[in-house]
């Protein structure tokens, strides 16, 4: 099952590399790298789910083992199958945003004619560039593998217990370490593209499919009137010099004026009435009741998402602080929309696959959909717009890197907004009470050895529980996503839906202006 979801992946991400990538530009290196990226950050998100049903499947409901997995060897074995599958992914990951990304990238930045720079100096260029991502990844390695970040905090209180039976769960080792720690940092740069793009994705994809478009043929009309009014205007000034004296200076500039109003006029009808008489608009229309029961349902969709995460962090905030790095062990909030739907769906094998899917998918098609409409920016320098078919190689190679730190934090985003499904599945586990065993769900008050934490949830919490620094500028950062999410749904709200008219002229500017294209 999982092999013909890699297959899917691999097909989706291919449309989508090439509607983006410019028809222009005939670079294949940037495609293939950027779509390799984006493959793999897509199969890593998408071991959750397998994760999940891999641990959750090898106990019974009653809380017993099933019988293949009574034996404490067997689920390691299957565990560390897994473990060492998620570090191969990130591991792969790390190769290509630390390396096939960046030699990518200034390869093509040292020219986009081949002919100009000979392929050896480009290529030199590059690498030395690229050395600088190299010695930073080694350098995150190193850190993670030999520097002690500390113990759990020596704090009374039952918390600290269920820390230390936390800890007990998840051995570290000095690789794993250096992957963790790894992780850990481009999980925190994967945050900060969720609270730019992600946030803003969330809220306004569903309303672009709420809200209606403007008439094309009212704006053709307004078009028409101002060509009017410039034809007018001509007369007039052919008029006024019909007796051969000299054009002044403002009248000539004036009438060069109207000659680029008029190509232009010319143009923008063109690509109007061309997207008018298109198929695709012509499905768009006979979709439009759909589209509206679309953009509704995974509207919905987003607010449960964010009252998921929302609901955690209240939980973190109330019964953790900073110096547990807001790390909670037990939780006391249980009313998650998100966490309590994927947890009952497993009993209906595979609908929580399936929903994980769709939500995977939904959260990558919001970043995409946040980084379209924001666009490509190094603080407050706008360095690419991602338009389909115009998008410049180096712009589709930071769309891949872009995306993929988003898809890497939404681990820790799936972390927070279903903790019960990410971290135990639906295991269960007996107790002995008033002299009878009651089955009760897995959290970290089970006794030793009758719970397994899935491995998404060790990778993720072996680097917190011993950096409270880390525990504590993750919450932040999720916290900001979430106001992120209520500043971007209000101005989507009230953001009217551009026009098709607006819309060409916004992709020809964006096209024609050389600062966007460097």
């Given at each position: 099952t999982f092999g013909i979801i890699m297959l899917i992946c691999a097909v989706v991400v291919g449309i989508c590399i090439k509607?983006?990538?410019?028809?222009?530009?005939?670079?294949?290196?940037?495609?293939?790298?950027?779509?390799?990226?984006?493959?793999?950050?897509?199969?890593?998100?998408?071991?959750?789910?397998?994760?999940?049903?891999?641990?959750?499947?090898?106990?019974h409901p009653n809380g017993t083992w099933q019988d293949w997995a009574a034996d404490n060897g067997t689920r390691e074995d299957i565990n560390n199958a897994i473990l060492y599958t998620?570090?191969?992914?990130?591991?792969?990951?790390?190769?290509?945003?630390?390396?096939?990304?960046?030699?990518?990238?200034?390869?093509?930045?040292?020219?986009?004619?081949?002919?100009?720079?000979?392929?050896?100096?480009?290529?030199?260029?590059?690498f030395k560039y690229s050395f600088c991502f190299v010695f930073l990844v080694i350098a995150l390695l190193l850190v993670g593998a030999f520097v002690q970040f500390g113990t759990i905090p020596n704090v009374n209180g039952t918390i600290i217990d269920d820390l230390d039976s936390l800890g007990d769960q998840i051995k570290s080792k000095g690789v794993e370490?250096?992957?963790?720690?790894?992780?850990?940092?481009?999980?925190?740069?994967?945050?900060?593209?969720?609270?730019?793009?992600?946030?803003?994705?969330?809220?306004?994809?569903?309303?672009?499919?709420?809200?209606?478009?403007g008439s094309a043929t009212a704006e053709l009309n307004r078009l028409h009137v101002e060509q009017v009014a410039r034809e007018e205007k001509e007369r007039q000034l052919a008029a006024k010099y019909a007796d051969g004296r000299p054009v002044i200076p403002s009248d000539r500039r004036l009438l060069q004026k109207i000659a680029r109003d008029k190509e232009r006029y010319n143009e923008l009808q063109r690509l109007v009435q061309t997207d008018e008489s298109s198929c695709w608009r012509k499905v768009l229309v006979c979709c439009r009741p759909f589209s509206v029961l679309i953009g509704i349902f995974l509207y919905l969709i987003?607010?449960?998402?964010?009252?998921?995460?929302?609901?955690?962090?209240?939980?973190?905030?109330?019964?953790?602080?900073?110096?547990?790095?807001?790390?909670?062990?037990?939780?006391?909030?249980?009313?998650?929309?998100?966490?309590?739907?994927?947890?009952?769906?497993?009993?209906?094998?595979?609908?929580?696959?399936?929903?994980?899917?769709?939500?995977?998918f939904y959260i990558?098609?919001?970043?995409?959909?946040?980084?379209?409409?924001?666009?490509?920016?190094?603080?407050?320098?706008?360095?690419?717009?991602?338009?389909p078919g115009r998008t410049m190689p180096q712009g589709l190679l930071l769309l891949s890197a872009?995306?993929?730190?988003?898809?890497?934090?939404?681990?820790?985003?799936?972390?927070?907004?279903?903790?019960?499904?990410?971290?135990y599945g639906s295991q269960h586990y007996m107790v002995p009470e008033n002299g009878t065993m009651v089955v009760k769900p897995c959290d970290n008050h089970a006794p030793a050895g009758e719970c397994q934490l899935t491995q998404v949830a060790s990778i993720i919490t072996r680097f917190t529980i011993h950096a409270n620094l880390y525990g504590a500028i993750v919450t932040y950062l999720v916290s900001a996503f979430v106001v992120t999410y209520v500043a971007g749904m209000l101005v989507a709200a009230v953001k009217r839906k551009r026009s098709v008219l607006e819309k060409a002229v916004g992709d020809r500017q964006a096209e024609d202006d050389p600062l966007l294209n460097l």
């Open positions: 509607r983006f990538a410019h028809v222009a530009q005939p670079g294949v290196a940037p495609r293939f790298v950027s779509g390799l990226t984006c493959w793999l950050v897509l199969v890593t998100a998408l071991l959750l789910p397998v994760d999940v049903f891999m641990t959750s499947y090898q106990k998620y570090y191969a992914c990130y591991g792969l990951l790390t190769l290509c945003l630390f390396v096939l990304i960046p030699f990518a990238y200034f390869y093509f930045e040292e020219g986009d004619d081949e002919d100009e720079v000979p392929i050896a100096d480009r290529m030199c260029s590059a370490s250096a992957l963790s720690f790894t992780i850990s940092v481009l999980t925190v740069l994967g945050l900060f593209v969720y609270i730019v793009y992600t946030a803003y994705g969330l809220s306004a994809f569903p309303f672009n499919l709420i809200k209606t478009r987003s607010l449960a998402f964010m009252a998921s995460v929302t609901v955690t962090l209240v939980d973190k905030y109330v019964y953790s602080n900073y110096t547990l790095g807001y790390v909670l062990p037990t939780i006391h909030y249980k009313y998650s929309p998100i966490n309590y739907i994927l947890t009952y769906s497993q009993l209906v094998f595979p609908l929580d696959y399936i929903l994980v899917l769709l939500l995977v990558a098609c919001c970043t995409v959909n946040g980084i379209r409409r924001i666009g490509i920016w190094f603080f407050w320098i706008q360095m690419f717009e991602v338009i872009f995306f993929s730190y988003a898809m890497i934090a939404s681990n820790q985003l799936m972390l927070v907004a279903m903790p019960t499904y990410s971290t």
